[in-house]
């Protein structure tokens, strides 16, 4: 059997490290079509000489692609008998990741829990994304459900502590960054660090519909080969479930307009995907300012953010229900840290 | 309020410069997705090699790239609330944009004009794109309908005074460009300036339907960030329409089959977006010579031309009815000049 | 009559060579939109530094880049009056294509054969792809049934003889490959050239749903210009076909389930696009080993494969009916030699 049918829950094993398949070398290619699939227009990932400004040597690629892409090589690995994706946690970008670039991705397995039922599994992995060099540009934990394909004994239960959220003081900020000649009209717009309160709600406004070749083309990019998301012969229901990286890649750029100056995310706190998308919803989003914390870097500021992305039909900030379920037109709950200009 | 809502009639001034946000780098990767997007087959965009014959130092990317990426900065500044987009005049390249540029953008108000219902008016600005090193590339006048949004007296009328088409001795011909070894068998079609008369008209024979999903991955690569362009949900029909540049783009494409010697555009005379396009049009071009001129250029001439783009339906070379309105099938008449070996 | 129609069976004589229009500088961006339309995951060209490890200067470009791109050229002087495609034979990849190479096309007219209803005709070309340098990355010959326009003598019958497959021997290798230190494990899959068998089949696994879009994106991409597969105007049933070399590189790219040390393809043997394919089908492959055939260069041996597409409906390894014609469900059979570990 030449084909591989991916792992079961009973084939991994704590402390066991795993190193993904498929490097990959990024180039101004990956960033343009960065721009054509998603309303990006963050400002340092857009152009170099504003990247210049801010102290970097030229603007890196934006911070997601670098999270796609090692997303993307644990899949064959990690999900491919994936009944879900559970969460995410302790997620830092480490450095930035510059066009020429060639990463790779390894993962260890730092927790398993059989499910009562026997049938499947909670796995979690610690992945880190390296580039040519070995050094780490991303790490973060992902936990899954995993079938088990073989009646095996169940393993001991493992399940890591992790933090509710990466503290402040673990942020890494670019090398050179410094925001305190920065330019917000350039940025396009005006608001700074001190301008956002904690609690604040901002509705970003502006919706995308989504189509079957939009996603497919994206999540093939991040050679992400899940085949849920391409065959559409693959559920009883002939939709394909669109990568719950496009939605928020898709979020993160439609809250340009009200976080134009959340330049660079250097932490994913956590996220759920709480509901599934498929082409033809209108995706829209709206943030909610969690935390705030100063950075050692010259003019340089965090916001712990919450990203929420819904399609239509959702009411304003609306999340969840009486019974703390997700709201059905939410897709996604996503908690991360930003760096914004003081 | 975080958000921008966009400016309304009433916040123009005359003589106000407005500097666009988001300067944007480009790269082979805006040139891959250009020929992706649309069925461009200019030898001097195409071709490095080519280029280098022609005097210059490598490929420029396509003159439309420029052009679609500093109209896309303007957007948020000029066209969120316009009801329409009017017209085009005076626009000229002035300097190639080559892989590694950044281009940024800034517009001056030259025109006010509040509409007789007092609910909206007519703003002229004259924009400009610029290279990183401050080198305008590109300038054009355009004016808009925008809607009013406060009871304010109307402003004294300014009207600009805008030339019919851009004279021939104010074209400028890119430093060093040279046709005087011009292969056109690489080219692709033996036809000289010389051999164009003014009155001709020229069937460009393709046509392309056109899919949601490319006039949405071309729309968002310029950065343009109209509503209506990406929100099936927006108009009360569902359909997004198409951004006008998308049909510029495809017709230009298109007329290489008859005018593939007209290699570059240096002048946008005029311009009118016709009637709206919807995925799903299959669009066709047909185009006229409207005059001839020298350039001081070695081997180089210049071709006016009317560009028109029409969909199903369309009768052969049928612009107008009897009323002079553009006929319903007219999606673009367009009005530049282009250099061409003579 | 400035738009050409493209030649008739009548225009070709044999010896007659073409030098096809509009060169091309290819990029990464052209890397990364093939990322994108086709799940590519060949690691010597996902990867600079997994190609360094084997010997070459850099990730070249997929091999079916530089096919689709000469192909493309080719169109508007061979197959835009073409009936069929009908074969392909003796293609070789002679040089490997790197980001800012620029590419040109040739053909020589090497076999003409009027059908005897005097209606159309055989036209077989050699066709070259050649680099900056004039070099020759790419030649194969491929024959197409191309209408008569006018009623004129037959010509005397040529009919090539060709190889029913490229011998081992005169494979190339690219300079510099050496296979002595692969690392399986960033490849993707643990088997080597010995574990193959003469007659093995491998059934691919994945599936995607092909959509209007990509295949257009693709299509011009290679500045294919054939009118029936942009223009949903043109057959009766307003489908648009999809070009026949989206599908070898659809079928290429999921054959990586199985055969991801299949690193670089450097022979065409044959190939006939048995039905057509159109938005909506499912695709999915599978291959059988045809032949093995050892190299001169370290650690490299070659396979020689039968690649097969088919569509939703088809089964497990099936080709033919019992009237030895292709099943409707298959839309491919390729015959191809890949370098891989030994």
């Not at 079961?8 to 990956?30: K, L, N, Q």
């Not at 504003?50 to 796609?68: E, K, Y």
């Not at 709206?286 to 340089?300: N, Y």
């Amino acid at each position: 059997m030449k084909t591989s049918a991916g792992r079961f829950f009973e084939d991994y094993r704590i402390g066991e490290v795993m190193a993904h398949a498929v490097p990959r070398t990024v180039s101004g290619g990956e960033r343009a079509l960065y721009h054509a699939l998603y309303p990006a227009r963050g400002a340092i990932h857009s152009s170099d000489e504003f990247a210049r400004a801010c102290g970097l040597p030229a603007a890196p690629v934006d911070d997601l692609i670098a999270f796609h892409l090692v997303f993307g090589k644990t899949v064959p690995d990690i999900s491919l008998n994936a009944v879900a994706n559970l969460g995410y946690a302790e997620g830092r970008w480490l450095a930035p990741v510059w066009p020429g670039n060639t990463l790779r991705a390894e993962s260890t397995v730092i927790g398993l829990k059989e499910n009562s039922n026997g049938k499947s599994g909670v796995v979690w992995v610690r992945t880190r994304g390296l580039n040519q060099h070995g050094v780490a540009v991303l790490e973060y934990v992902r936990w899954v459900m995993v079938r088990k394909n073989r009646a095996t004994p169940a393993p001991d239960p493992v399940v890591p502590a992790l933090k509710p959220a990466v503290p402040a003081a673990e942020l890494v900020v670019p090398g050179g960054l410094d925001f305190s000649r920065y330019d917000f009209a350039l940025a396009g717009e005006p608001h700074r660090w001190a301008d956002y309160q904690v609690g604040e709600k901002i509705d970003h406004v502006d919706g995308v519909t989504v189509e079957e070749a939009e996603h497919m083309l994206a999540t093939r990019l991040w050679q992400n080969t899940a085949k849920v998301h391409f065959d559409a012969t693959f559920r009883e229901d002939g939709r394909r479930l669109i990568y719950g990286g496009h939605v928020i890649s898709l979020a993160r750029a439609l809250s340009f307009n009200g976080l134009a100056n959340a330049q660079m995310m250097v932490a994913l706190n956590g996220g759920a995907h709480a509901n599934p998308c498929f082409a033809g919803d209108t995706v829209r989003a709206w943030s909610e300012v969690l935390d705030k914390a100063a950075t050692p870097a010259p003019g340089v500021g965090a916001l712990r953010l919450r990203l929420v992305a819904v399609k239509q039909g959702a009411e304003p900030f609306a999340l969840r229900d009486e019974g703390g379920r997700y709201r059905p037109e939410v897709l996604l709950d996503l908690d991360y840290w930003a760096l914004v200009p003081v």
